[in-house]
């Protein structure tokens, strides 16, 4: 049994099938965690990405019912190292390898996951398929399937992954706060920390306009993580555009990081080959300090590292630096209640340094009731308080 992996730059690995078996194209990108891979295969910014693990072992700990970040898998296709012969954790309830064949997950295992990683470190992130069983032939015909296949850049993707109704995800205690959540391709764990923290979360569809988000009257507004290229995505910068018009407070995630960027005036730019795992440093500007914190991003923001900026809404600043490469990891406006990181404070999977931005999305909350407009701006400039 044989499984092929063939890059767009005609590199090629050989290894075996692992999970389902027949041909899928998509992204070719690497995740460095070294836990978390059922968190990784369901989150939906994944969608239309091969995954590749840098950790050797995957499947040790096998699927629980728990984990998960969505309904489904969403990677493309998944390269593993070794994986494990035994599923070995209380929580398990079958194989990783039973469960990717189960929701048709092409894979492979191959022993050269150092060398595609070091690849694409040197040549970035490229398209990609995974073949095997009866889509097997020379590896010529793979490569013109795989140049045939769509590429990342240009992808406008929210809209296949997002919910098709709104939904309700209910506080837990007491309800402090009523939040507006568009779902971009949102993962489980976002409004499940809001709703710790007493927020009734509303997920609404991608599509939702900036009257339906403020006809909800929420004391918030949160746009989530999601696949694709922020470049494409102008029907939800339009909704948060009128969003920040009217002042209501504003936190985003990755996507939603992006897209706040992009409300602003800013561009946005696809880098070599991304980040992912949980692992990252990011640097809060002002205090200093460093959170180790889980991301997942292969676009970025362009902005100014350095002072202010004037945008629409008034003058705005990068809060957030990645140590690894001086990208941009955090925005907020300096005269309104708003604010978003492009890494994961929902941490599913990864560290918990940055909880506090939960925390402080709620402060910003507890601020707008008292003083419309402009209040709370200034409370989340230290950056997260930790877990
Ligand atoms: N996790 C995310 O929200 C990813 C955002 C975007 N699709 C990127 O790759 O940069």
Redesign the pocket.
């Known amino acids: 049994m044989t499984a092929v992996l063939v890059l767009e730059d005609g590199r090629v690995f050989h290894g075996i099938p692992y999970g389902a078996e027949g041909e899928t194209f998509g992204e070719m990108v690497f995740n460095t965690g070294m836990t978390g891979y059922q968190e990784t295969l369901t ?1 939906p ?2 969608h239309r ?1 091969i995954v590749a693990m840098t950790a050797p072992h995957i499947g040790n700990t096998g699927v629980n019912d728990e984990d998960p970040e969505s309904g489904r898998v969403w990677v493309a296709g998944y390269v593993v190292r070794e994986p494990a012969r035994v599923a070995s954790s209380w929580r398990s309830t079958r194989s990783l390898d039973e469960y990717l064949r189960q929701q048709g997950v092409v894979g492979i295992a191959m022993a050269g996951t150092r060398a595609l990683t070091r690849h694409l470190r040197e040549r970035g992130a490229m398209r990609a398929g995974v073949f095997s069983g009866a889509a097997l032939a020379p590896v010529a015909e793979l490569l013109e399937r795989v140049l045939g296949s769509p590429a ?1 850049e240009g992808a406008d ?1 929210a809209g296949a992954v997002t919910t098709s109704e709104a939904y309700v995800v209910p506080a837990i205690g007491e309800r402090r706060f009523t939040v507006a959540a568009v779902d ?2 949102i ?1 489980a764990m976002t409004p499940h920390r809001l709703a710790e923290r007493g927020c009734e979360v509303h997920v609404l569809p991608a599509s939702v306009t900036a009257s339906e988000i403020l006809a909800l009257g929420p004391d918030g507004v949160f746009f ?7 470049a494409t995505a102008d029907g939800p910068v339009a909704a948060l555009r009128g969003v920040l018009e009217a002042g209501v407070p504003f936190f985003g ?6 897209l706040f960027g992009r409300a602003l005036g800013l561009g ?1 730019y ?2 070599r080959y ?1 980040h992912r795992g949980v692992n990252q440093p990011v640097r809060h500007r002002h205090s200093g300090k460093v959170e180790i914190s889980a ?6 923001v362009q902005a100014p590292l350095e002072g202010t900026f004037e945008t629409a809404f008034g003058p705005a600043e990068v809060t957030h630096v990645n140590l690894n490469d001086d990208c941009v990891e955090g925005l907020r406006l300096l005269g309104r209640p708003a604010f978003s990181v ?1 890494y ?1 404070p929902e941490a599913a999977a990864g560290p918990h340094d940055s909880a506090g931005l939960f925390d402080d999305f709620c402060a910003l909350m507890e601020g707008g009731r008292t003083a419309t407009g402009t209040a709370g701006a200034a409370t989340s400039t230290e950056g997260s308080k930790g877990a």
């Not at 989530?224 to 922020?230: T, Y």
């Not at 991301?295 to 970025?300: D, E, I, L, T, V």
């Open positions: 989150d910014s994944y990405q990342m993707l971009l391709g993962k989530s993580n999601g696949p694709g290229d922020p995630i990755c996507f939603g990081n992006q946005t696809k880098l991304g991301h997942n991003h292969g676009f970025a492009q994961h």
